[in-house]
């Protein structure tokens, strides 16, 4: 084999894999001790859970893992993943690959180094950046981590770059990293509301669902309390947590993805071989048509888990449609028009 087509490697390098124990141990260490310590924890379905992470150390890790969640707080991650039982938070080939700000978690060299030990992607956000979108370079990688590892890798492939300058270790690079757990926040901004409504889910979900390859399995999961932790309209001292909350969390079952969202992966793939190259369809009505139902029926699993907290039926199915929400401002922070909803573009 060619030199300048080498054998991917298994995994990093020793640093970079005892620097991501040390991150992600440690914050999961706080993150269980504040939730557990300082407030009232409800989970329901944790060996949901925690059956497939056993399953998956165990051997059978012949798919990824896509957990899909609403998001209410600053802190959801990785306060959330306090939930998880100690022995989980250094065995860091099994925890999860989140999506990150790139304008905050990767601002400087020291909260890159940071974020990126502590397995977080850096996410151009479209009203802040013209580097956003589903098809930025970041979404790519989480489509490669949620696959199978390529056979080859080019030199090219090491890193990668969201916006053309900035160079980030690529971790699909790496064949222990394929098959891997992606979680992500499809609301992609805090939406902090009385009665825990959702808001649409960005079509960035649709893609890591239908070009991920195998097709990965999918747990939902719902979380209300940790915006009375990280209220957005808390007071002095703002930076500070707020403590003795009751906080809840809802996992489903674990679902394999071609049951519940096959027949929008085999619209994908006709279209794909109609179109002969994927990037063709990146604008094409009928695939962004398939992008934006694949993203309400991803929508509509969590919403059974908000409804079975008990919380009340939507009135409005609108709020499940991106052109709902064209009518808030172009803002970082602000109470959104649409449903008087507090919203943190953090």
């Not at 802040?128 to 981590?145: D, E, R, W």
Request: proline residues 7%.
């Amino acid at each position: 084999m060619s030199s300048s087509h080498p054998t991917p490697a298994s995994r990093p390098g020793a640093p970079w894999r005892l620097a991501s124990v040390a991150v992600m141990g440690s914050v999961g260490a706080a993150s269980r001790a504040f939730l557990y310590g300082l407030n009232r924890v409800e989970v329901t379905g944790l060996d949901n859970l925690l059956g497939v992470l056993d399953r998956r150390k165990n051997g059978q890790r012949d798919r990824g893992l896509l957990t899909v969640c609403n998001h209410v707080s600053v802190l959801d991650d990785p306060l959330i993943w306090g939930i998880l039982p100690l022995r989980y938070a250094v065995d860091v080939e099994n925890l999860r690959w989140g999506l990150g700000a790139h304008d905050i978690c990767f601002k400087n060299r020291f909260f890159s180094a940071f974020f990126s030990y502590g397995q977080v992607l850096p996410t151009h956000r479209l009203w802040h950046s013209p580097q956003g979108g589903l098809y930025q370079p970041t979404i790519a990688q989480a489509i490669k981590l949620l696959s199978s590892p390529s056979s080859v890798i080019k030199p090219s492939d090491m890193t990668f770059s969201t916006n053309g300058t900035d160079s980030f270790v690529s971790p699909s690079a790496f064949a222990a990293n394929h098959y891997a757990w992606v979680h992500i926040f499809p609301e992609a901004c805090c939406h902090q509301n009385p009665d825990s409504t959702l808001r649409y889910f960005k079509w960035g979900v649709s893609r890591l669902i239908l070009e991920s390859d195998p097709a990965p399995e999918f747990v939902p999961m719902f979380i209300h309390g940790t915006q009375n932790i990280m209220s957005e309209d808390r007071g002095f001292p703002r930076f500070l947590p707020r403590i003795g909350q009751r906080v809840r969390v809802m996992i489903g079952k674990p679902t394999d993805v071609d049951s519940l969202f096959g027949h929008y992966r085999t619209s994908w793939k006709k279209m794909v071989e109609k179109a002969g190259d994927p990037d063709q369809l990146r604008h094409d009505p009928e695939a962004v048509q398939l992008r934006v139902e694949l993203a309400k029926a991803v929508r509509d699993e969590i919403q059974k888990l908000r409804l079975s907290m008990g919380f009340a039926p939507e009135e409005d199915e609108t709020a499940a449609l991106a052109e709902t929400w064209s009518k808030e401002p172009n803002k970082r922070k602000f109470k959104s028009p649409v449903d008087g909803s507090l919203v943190n573009r953090h």
